[in-house]
């Protein structure tokens, strides 16, 4: 397999080719050999010193004049041998180490507790609510309407007539007289017998049961597990990986190329005259016949039935609200009470005055009298005061009650009365005609025409076809493989474990009480009755009459014709207006309340008793079994091989010249150097030489 190296590849080992060459074949000392430093002239040739400008042993090489020599770069293709890398697939074999879980059965024994329901019977109170009757007395307030008298305008749409003129057109019958012939539908008699199931209905007694639902209570023990956390010390195994080497072998599918011969077809066109048929159209002229229908009017008389407007006077009837009197009795506790005289008794006053002197007259009355002494001591005054008398009694009261009554009254309609008319009517009606006209007739003619048509044939050819084929090669590596070796460890775990506690509750449960109870249905049944009914049939029979058909003439006329119109009028009238005042009265009212009332009853329960029981489960367990499998796979083995790439080399031309120097020699040494030095600048600076493309050596290689 050929592998394609990268461009870098190429363009590094040019430049190192590039760059070996110019070193090799640069000028040289005349007598020492040592490369000698060029300088780049004005015009971009450049030129070398013949002397190193160093001492090399040879005094005649340093001291001697020399020709200065001018350097031009030629562009050469030249041949070259570069290292190519193939890679070839070899199957090689090692063994690999495979772990493997073998599974082993192991029966263990474990304990358990089950809870198992044993059935009890307790006795429990319970509560039942009673409903207990008791009259209330409640006041509430009674609207009393009050009926008043309010006068009301109202405006009311009057209906009144005008007589308007209008044109109309009408058409004017001509009657003809025409036979025709019709056939009529004659009625006539038949008896005909038919069952009808008529329906009634039954009363019949039906039984059903009824579940009545009834609240209880109960008080039950149920166990509950209580969940607790423990630490236990547990054993495991942990596979920890070793990574391991082996040998094995695998096989290499190697592509060469093989030349086959492979024989193909091709379609060779070649030309063939061919004659064929067209048909060409041309147009003749041709005499047709055709059928037109022709309208023309006729007039026929016919009836219409007109909608005349009639005005009526109806009465009707309509609900009206009347306040009516109602006489009742009510209890009223009256205050029959009178005003009487009383005399009021006053003590006497002190024996000595306002101002300490007695027998001035008496502080306590205005009687007149002389003094205390008198007989009107102790003083008397006479006054009104109201005995009361509370005296209970029915009295009547009336109140007002708002009753629909029934009123008569009269009304204006307008109506329409269907009048039958008759008038002639234009009917169109059509006839039909011959007629002839000239038409254009398309037809054709054959001719017989000639073309040229491409057609193929097949012929068989052979050619060499390269064909890829592969070879299989055996061939052998290292592997690394990785093999669990099992570990024991130990580690703390919390196991979840529950304990049986007994608990109480109140529960509510429904019994069912089935009742049987019996109520009336009503089944509906059906008897056939036999009747018999009258059925009219027609025959068909064939008559011959005379009709009048009318031809209508039109004609253009003026009328008066009565228009409705409506015109509102505002009117006066008495409306009752109902007002409503608000009295207090009182009432008994029946309520019940709920009271609780203890009662005792059985009640069985059930009762979770645990039990210990024993039983024994089996656990599947894995062993870890290593073993060695033979594996194959695939190595691509690299193959380095020189091939020869033409390529493009810059080298160097020298060309001498006379430098016109003096006879003490070319210059200077330090002249020298410091044209070696711009030389060494120029050379930094100038462009790289040309190198091989990577597609030019890749198509090569």
């Given at each position: ?20 060459t ?81 599974p ?33 007395e ?5 609207r ?72 209880r ?5 149920y ?55 067209v ?29 005349v ?31 009487q ?53 029915e ?50 003619r ?28 055996d ?57 018999t ?7 068909l ?11 209508l ?5 003026t ?82 091989e ?60």
């Amino acid at each position: 397999m050929t592998c394609r190296l990268p461009r870098w590849f190429f363009a590094c080992l040019a430049a190192m080719l590039v760059v070996a060459t110019v070193h090799a074949d640069g000028p040289g000392c005349a007598s020492c050999g040592k490369s000698v430093a060029t300088t780049t002239t004005a015009s971009g040739a450049q030129a070398s010193g013949a002397c190193c400008g160093q001492q090399c042993g040879d005094s005649s090489c340093c001291s001697a004049p020399a020709c200065c020599e001018t350097v031009r770069y030629e562009t050469v293709m030249e041949a070259c041998e570069i290292p190519v890398t193939t890679y070839k697939q070899e199957t090689r074999t090692r063994t690999k180490t495979v772990c493997k879980k073998v599974p082993r059965c192991e029966t263990r024994e474990r304990t358990f507790t089950v809870c198992v329901p044993e059935q009890r019977t307790r006795k429990e109170t319970y509560n039942v609510k009673v409903k207990v009757p008791y009259t209330e007395e409640q006041t509430y307030t009674v609207r009393v309407p009050v009926c008043t008298q309010v006068e009301q305008c109202y405006k009311v749409p009057v209906k009144y007539t005008e007589q308007v003129a209008k044109q109309y057109t009408v058409c004017v019958p001509k009657k003809e007289m025409r036979t025709e012939t019709y056939q009529v539908k004659v009625p006539y008699q038949e008896t005909k017998s038919y069952t009808v199931m008529v329906p009634y209905t039954e009363q019949v007694e039906q039984k059903y049961k009824v579940c009545v639902p009834v609240l209880r209570k109960r008080t039950e023990t149920y166990t509950v597990q209580v969940p607790y956390t423990e630490q236990v010390q547990k054993q495991y195994t942990v596979m920890v990986p070793e990574r391991r080497m082996r040998t094995e072998n695998y096989k290499v599918s190697v592509p060469y190329k093989e030349a086959k011969s492979q024989t193909y077809t091709v379609r060779v066109p070649y030309v063939e005259t061919q004659a064929y048929t067209v048909r060409v159209p041309y147009t003749e002229q041709q005499q047709v016949q055709y059928t037109v229908c022709v309208p023309y009017s006729e007039c026929v008389e016919q009836k219409y039935t007109v909608r005349v407007p009639v005005r009526e006077t109806k009465t009707g009837t309509r609900l009206v609200a009347k306040c009516v009197p109602v006489t009742k009795t009510r209890t009223v506790t009256q205050d029959m009470g009178s005003w009487q005289e009383q005399t009021s008794v006053s003590a006497p006053a002190d024996a000595e005055g306002d101002d300490g002197n007695a027998g001035e007259g008496c502080s306590g009355c205005d009687s007149g009298c002389s003094g205390c002494q008198s007989d009107c001591n102790p003083c008397a005054k006479p006054c009104k005061v109201w005995v009361p008398n509370l005296v209970t009694k029915e009295v009547p009261c009336t109140t007002y009650e708002t009753k629909m009554v029934e009123q008569p009254y009269t009304y204006t309609c307008a109506s329409f009365a269907c009048e039958e008319r008759t008038r002639m009517v234009p009917v169109r009606k059509f006839r039909n005609e011959t007629r002839t006209r000239t038409i254009k007739v398309c037809k054709f003619r054959a001719e017989e025409r000639t073309r040229c048509v491409t057609k193929y044939r097949c012929e068989q050819r052979c050619r060499e076809v390269m064909v890829t084929k592969c070879r299989l090669e055996d061939r052998t590596r290292e592997v690394p493989y990785c093999v669990m070796v099992p570990v024991q460890r130990t580690r703390t775990i919390c196991v979840r474990k529950c304990r049986a506690e007994e608990r109480t509750r109140e529960v509510c449960f429904t019994e069912n009480t089935v009742e049987e109870r019996t109520r009336m249905v009503c089944v509906r049944k059906v008897r056939p009755v036999e009747k018999t009914c009258q059925v009219t049939k027609c025959r068909l029979e064939t008559r011959t009459r005379e009709v009048p058909v009318c031809k209508l003439v039109r004609e253009t006329r003026t009328r008066m014709v009565p228009v409705c119109k409506t015109r509102l009028e505002t009117r006066t009238r008495m409306v009752n207006k109902v007002s409503f005042k608000c009295e207090q009265r009182t009432r008994c009212i029946q309520k019940c309340r709920i009271e609780c009332q203890p009662r005792e009853r059985e009640v069985c329960y059930t009762v979770m008793v645990p039990q210990k029981r024993t039983e024994k489960y089996n656990v599947t367990l894995y062993d870890t079994v290593t073993e060695e499998v033979p594996e194959t796979y695939t190595v691509c083995v690299p193959h380095t091989e020189m091939r020869t790439v033409q390529r493009r080399v810059c080298r160097p031309v020298y060309t001498s010249t006379g430098c016109g120097c003096s006879g003490d020699g070319c210059g200077d040494p330090s002249d020298v150097t410091a044209d070696a030095d711009s030389h060494d600048d120029a050379d930094s600076h100038a462009p790289p030489a040309p190198v091989a493309s990577e597609d030019e050596a890749t198509d090569e290689i």
